[in-house]
C-alpha cells in the first residue's frame, strides 16, 4: 500500500538504507559507502534499463516480464511487472500455472484454485486437499464508480464430533502427530464454494493441471530441504506410506529427481470430474477415514461429510486513506486492524520513514496486537466471545491502548495484559492474485506443521493436517508460566485460532491496491504489517517482502530481529528496553506473497526466503 503521493519504484532511487546489510563486523564505515555506490548504479542502469549482471527487466518465452532484485537471503527475489494479472504464490510452477489459468480466460478465483491445487501437490509439507485455510476474495464493482463486494470464505479445519477438551491432556504428542491430531480437512469445499461462486472456467480445468502435475515432477529446492530434516528421516526412510513416495528406490530422491504421487494423481482426477463431493464421500473417504481411525483418530464418515465452510462479508477496516478487508476470528485478521489502527495515530509515521524510534513504535504494536491475539478463538463457542472480538479491530479500542505506547521504552510482557497462551502454526503458503478485471484473491491454506499429522493415505495419496494442535491443551501453563486459553479448548465442530491474515487493500478511490498474506505460524501477521509498512515506506513489493523482518510475542520477552537490519535501529531498540536476539534471516520464519497495482501497472513478488517466484503476464 505504497500511497499515492510516493513514485513508483522504479522511477526513484531506493532509500539509501534500502539494501544496507550491517553485520556486526566492525567494517561499517565501508559497507555503507559500497552499498550506495551500487546502489546509485544499479538504480541509473535499472532507469535506463541497461542489463548488468542479469538486472534488467527480462520477459521470457512465457511473457513474464521480471527483474532480478536485491535480495538478503540465499535464494534470487524477482519482481514481476505485468498489465493483464499477476499470481505471486510459493513456488514457481504453481503461480505459473495460475497464470495459464488467467490467460485461459479464467478470473481470479479460477486461478487461486488452481494454484492452491499445485501448491498441495509439489508442496504438501505446506498445505493440500487433506488440510484448510481461509481466503479474502474481492469482487470488483460491476460498473465504474461502484463499489466492490469483498468476502472471506473460512474452509478452516473444525474438530471431529468426539473431541473434547481434555483428548491431550495425558499424551500432548497427540495433538502432534498421528490420526487424533487430524481436524476434519476444509480446503476442497473451500475451492469448490469460491468457484460456484464466482469462478468462470469448468472446475476441472482447475484442476486437471494437479492431475498431471501428480504423475510426476522434479523435487524442487524446498521439499529436497525439508525431506533431508534430521526429525524426518525415520518417516521417509521407514514408513512404508512416504518411503514409496520420497524414497521408492532405497535412498532418499535428490533435488532434480522425478518424484511420483500417482494415487494423489488418481484421486484428483476423480476430483476433477465428480467435485469435492468423492473426497468427502464415497471411496476416497472411507480410505481417509480408515487411515485417521488407523492410526488413533476418531474421526468419523458422519464428520467429514458434515464438512461446511463459511461464507462472510470481510472484516472491513481503514489504514490512513486506504480500506483493508481481511479475514475474521479465528484468523488473526481482527490482530493485524488493531496493529494499524494503533500506528494511524502517529500522523507523520509514513514521511518520516525507518527511524529507529518508528521501528520501536511499529515492535510496540506487534506487542499489543499478541496480547490482543490470546482473546481470540472461534467466536461460536463462547457466549462472551463475539462482543469481546469485535471490539479489538476498532479504532475505539486502538484509541484506548494507544495511550500505554511509549516512545521512551518497551515493558516487560505483562504490561500488555495479554490474558493466555496462544499456540502457533508452521506448515502454511499463501498465495496473491489479480486479474485484468480486478477480480483478487488473497488465499492462505495449511497442513499446520511441516509435513501436518505426519499421516498419508497411501491409497489416496493424501497428506492430513495436525490442526487439532491449533487448540489449547488445558492444565499445562507454556515455559513462561502463561496458562492455555480456555477459550481455545477443542469441542466438537470448532475452529482452532489462527495466525494467518489473508488481507485485500483498496485506496482512496476503491480500486485495488493489494493483495497479501504469509506463512511461518505466529510470525504471519507480524511479517505482513511489516511488509505493508514497508510498502508505505516506498519499498517496491519485492523490496518490502525482502526486507529483514523483526518479532516479538511477549513470551519469550525479547524481540527478535534478522541479522540484515540496520546497526543503528538496532541500537535504537536496545537503548529503549528491548532484549535484542539477531537471527540469520536465512532460517525458515514467516514468507510473504504480494500483488501490488500502481496505475495501471501490476507488480507481484513471492518471498525469496521460500524460493517462492511469481508470475504475471
Ligand atoms: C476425550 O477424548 C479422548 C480421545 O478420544 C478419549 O480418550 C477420552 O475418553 C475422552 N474423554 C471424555 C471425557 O469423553
Ligand atoms: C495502560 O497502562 C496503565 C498503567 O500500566 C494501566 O493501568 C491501564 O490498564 C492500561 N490501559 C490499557 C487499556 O491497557
Ligand atoms: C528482558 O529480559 C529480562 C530477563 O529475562 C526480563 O526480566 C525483562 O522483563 C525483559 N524485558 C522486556 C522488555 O521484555
Ligand atoms: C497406491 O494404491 C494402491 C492400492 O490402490 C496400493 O497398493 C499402493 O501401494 C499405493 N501406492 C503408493 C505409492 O502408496
Not at 499515492?4 to 522511477?11: A, D, E, G, T, W
Not at 512465457?62 to 513456488?91: D, F, M, Q
Not at 496493529?339 to 511499529?362: D, K
Not at 495419496?461 to 513462561?480: H, I, K, Q, R, Y
Request: proline share 6%; glycine share 10%; net charge negative.
Amino acid at each position: 500500500m505504497q500511497d499515492s503521493k510516493s513514485q513508483p519504484y522504479f522511477l526513484s532511487v531506493p532509500h539509501p538504507h534500502q539494501y544496507q546489510i550491517h553485520r556486526c563486523n566492525g567494517r561499517k564505515a565501508l559497507v555503507p559507502l559500497l552499498l550506495l555506490f551500487t546502489v546509485l548504479t544499479t538504480s541509473a542502469l535499472y532507469a535506463l534499463n541497461i542489463p548488468l549482471l542479469g538486472i534488467a527487466w527480462r520477459t521470457d518465452d512465457l511473457g513474464i516480464t521480471r527483474l532480478r532484485v536485491p535480495s538478503s537471503t540465499r535464494n534470487p527475489a524477482y519482481l514481476i511487472k505485468a498489465s493483464r494479472g499477476a499470481v505471486a504464490s510459493e513456488n514457481e510452477l504453481c503461480s505459473g500455472i495460475g497464470v495459464d489459468t488467467l490467460k485461459a480466460g479464467g478470473n481470479a478465483v479460477d486461478a487461486a484454485v488452481s494454484t492452491t491445487l499445485c501448491i498441495g501437490v509439489v508442496n504438501m509439507f505446506s498445505s493440500g486437499i487433506g488440510g484448510g485455510g481461509f481466503m479474502t476474495v474481492r469482487i470488483p464493482p460491476s460498473s465504474s464508480g461502484g463499489t466492490s463486494q469483498v468476502y472471506t470464505i473460512d474452509f478452516r479445519e473444525t474438530a471431529p464430533g468426539r473431541a473434547n477438551k481434555t483428548m491431550y491432556v495425558g499424551d500432548p504428542l497427540s495433538a502432534l502427530f498421528g490420526g487424533l491430531s487430524v481436524g476434519v480437512p476444509g480446503e476442497l469445499r473451500g475451492l469448490e464454494e469460491a468457484h460456484k461462486r464466482w469462478g468462470k472456467l469448468p472446475w476441472h480445468r482447475l484442476v486437471q493441471p494437479s492431475v498431471e502435475l501428480a504423475q510426476g515432477w522434479r523435487v524442487p529446492t524446498e521439499l529436497a530441504r525439508r525431506m533431508r530434516f534430521e526429525m524426518f528421516s525415520e518417516l521417509m526412510l521407514n514408513n512404508p506410506d512416504w518411503k514409496a513416495i520420497f524414497a521408492p528406490n532405497g535412498p532418499l530422491l535428490q533435488e532434480g529427481e522425478i518424484i511420483r504421487r500417482t494415487n494423489l494423481s488418481n484421486t484428483l482426477s476423480k476430483i476433477a470430474l465428480e467435485g469435492a463431493d468423492a473426497f468427502y464421500k464415497g471411496p476416497i473417504a472411507d480410505a481417509i477415514i480408515a487411515k485417521i481411525q488407523a492410526t488413533g483418530g476418531v474421526m468419523t464418515h458422519e464428520d467429514l461429510e458434515g464438512y461446511r465452510v463459511k461464507v462472510s462479508r470481510a472484516l472491513e477496516g481503514t489504514y490512513r486513506d486506504r480500506k483493508v478487508y481481511t479475514t475474521h476470528a479465528p484468523t488473526s485478521g481482527p490482530v493485524l486492524l488493531h496493529m494499524l489502527n494503533l500506528m494511524e495515530h502517529f500522523e507523520e509515521f509514513e514521511e518520516e520513514g525507518r527511524t529507529s524510534l518508528a521501528v520501536h513504535r511499529l515492535t510496540e504494536a506487534m506487542k499489543f496486537g499478541f496480547a490482543a491475539r490470546t482473546k481470540v478463538c472461534d467466536p461460536k463457542f463462547d457466549s462472551k466471545a463475539q462482543s469481546r472480538i469485535a471490539e479489538l479491530s476498532t479504532k475505539e479500542f486502538a484509541d484506548l491502548i494507544f495511550p500505554n505506547v511509549t516512545d521512551d521504552t518497551t515493558h516487560p510482557p505483562d504490561y500488555y495484559h495479554p490474558i493466555f497462551d496462544a499456540p502457533t502454526d508452521h506448515g502454511t503458503s499463501h498465495s496473491s492474485i489479480l486479474d485484468g478485471d480486478g477480480m483478487a484473491v488473497a488465499i492462505t491454506s495449511t497442513v499446520n506443521l511441516v509435513f501436518g499429522s505426519q499421516v498419508m493415505d497411501p491409497i489416496t495419496g493424501v497428506l492430513l493436517n495436525d490442526e487439532m494442535d491449533d487448540f489449547s491443551t488445558p492444565g499445562v501453563p507454556n515455559a513462561f508460566g502463561l496458562y492455555p486459553s480456555p477459550y481455545n479448548y477443542p469441542e466438537p465442530f470448532k475452529r482452532p485460532l489462527s495466525s494467518t491474515t489473508p488481507t485485500i487493500v483498496e485506496d482512496e478511490s476503491g480500486e485495488f491496491l493489494l493483495a497479501i498474506g504469509g506463512s511461518g505460524g505466529s510470525r504471519i501477521f507480524g511479517a505482513v504489517f511489516q511488509t505493508m509498512l514497508n510498502l508505505n515506506w516506498g519499498l517496491d513489493v519485492s523490496a518490502a517482502i525482502e526486507y529483514g523482518r523483526l518479532h516479538d510475542q511477549l513470551y519469550p520477552s525479547r524481540v527478535e530481529i534478522d541479522d540484515v537490519y540496520p546497526q543503528e535501529i538496532i541500537e535504537g531498540l536496545k537503548l529503549r528496553g528491548h532484549n535484542v536476539t539477531i537471527a540469520d534471516v536465512n532460517r525458515v520464519a514467516a514468507v510473504v506473497q504480494a500483488v501490488y497495482k500502481s496505475g495501471n501497472t501490476i507488480y507481484a513478488a513471492s518471498d525469496s526466503r521460500k524460493n517462492g517466484i511469481a508470475a504475471g503476464y
